[in-house]
């Protein structure tokens, strides 16, 4: 085994070019910790805007990136059995720091508490696409909006990787999905995907579509990373009583409280990001309920395109386009 790894980092803030591979000495666990071998990456847009000096964490630089690896356990630190060594695992996000434990990397060192088992018939590709998105939907949806049977659940974004999980989700529970895009190009994707019904912003009205849906009785739950103007919209497009969850801000324009329509319908707007869950005591509960559903095939991580670990740049750019339905991953 080689004493050194290549560790993707970034000395400065800004575009893709950025990262940069930087050979380290190969890290050892320290206690409760973990090494993995890493074989898959999943990316997550909140990795782009972290390394453009976007997001809720400041990089300290040189910085780590990533959140999401899966991989082989080949060495532990003090307080972790070593009966884990060997075993296949995959990180989840939220858990820990991305600058201190950032996984992009040969090998990746993560908290034990930041690991979880997947199910055997999954690749390692598939095992990189499953905490970030579906902990994220499982929070907004489960977790707070306590969807169910009859629910209308609108979903913006729904082409990304989130977006698609949200939609098995709704599925899985009894619900009604519809899907929000900008532009008609995924629509039909979308509806293969399983959204029940699918709305182009570009071409309709968002509260009108969804009037005409829910027969006018509103969506009561919504699930949305834009903010902006859509949130005035989602609000219109809301039930009696509904709920709102905003989970980013990828709108360029300032987010303004709809406050006459949320005291006309007595709704909750509430802000979520998957950090939240992860680090709460049902966070048990919600990756079991996740490893189900993968296990039975209710759930199944869509891989949108796959690059090598040397092209970690262009599949940051890759994700900038906006062009993927489902999981950018980079092989390792």
């Not at 005291?263 to 509960?285: C, F, G, P, W």
Request: with cysteine; proline share 4%; hydrophobic share 40%.
């Amino acid at each position: 085994m080689s004493n050194t790894v290549k560790i993707v980092r970034f000395h400065k803030t800004g575009g893709a070019e950025v990262l940069q591979f930087d050979e380290l000495p190969l890290p050892e666990p320290g206690e409760n910790e973990v090494r993995l071998r890493v074989k898959a990456l999943g990316l997550n847009r909140a990795e782009v805007m972290y390394r453009s000096g976007q997001y809720m964490e400041t990089p300290i630089l040189p910085s780590k990136n990533g959140y999401e690896a899966s991989g082989i356990i080949e060495a532990v630190g003090p307080g972790v059995d070593s009966s884990w060594i060997g075993k296949t695992v995959s990180t989840v996000p939220g858990t820990c720091s991305l600058n201190g434990y950032g996984v992009y990397g040969e090998v990746a060192v993560v908290p034990f508490r930041s690991i979880a088992v997947y199910p055997a018939t999954l690749s390692y590709e598939e095992g990189a696409s499953i905490w970030m998105q579906y902990l994220t939907a499982y929070g907004a949806l489960i977790w707070l909006g306590r969807v169910s049977k009859g629910d209308f659940v609108i979903i913006t974004a729904a082409s990304s990787s989130v977006g698609v999980a949200a939609i098995q989700m709704v599925k899985a529970q009894g619900g009604t999905s519809i899907a929000v895009t900008r532009t008609a190009a995924k629509k039909a994707r979308l509806h293969e995907l399983g959204a029940d019904h699918v709305i182009v912003t570009d071409e309709e009205d968002l509260a009108g579509r969804v009037n005409e849906i829910t027969s006018g009785k509103g969506a009561r739950v919504s699930f949305d990373p834009i903010g902006g103007k859509m949130l005035a919209s989602l609000a219109a497009a809301a039930a009696h009583k509904g709920i709102i969850v905003e989970y980013g801000v990828l709108a360029s324009e300032q987010t303004l409280y709809p406050l006459s329509t949320a005291l006309a319908k007595y709704l909750t707007v509430r802000a979520y990001v998957v950090v939240e869950l992860a680090q709460h005591k049902d966070l048990q509960e919600a990756k079991q309920y996740i490893f189900d559903h993968l296990a039975s095939g209710a759930f199944k991580p869509l891989i949108d395109r796959t690059f090598r670990f040397d092209e970690i740049v262009e599949a940051h750019r890759y994700m900038e386009s906006n062009n993927q339905v489902g999981k950018i991953v980079v092989t390792v």
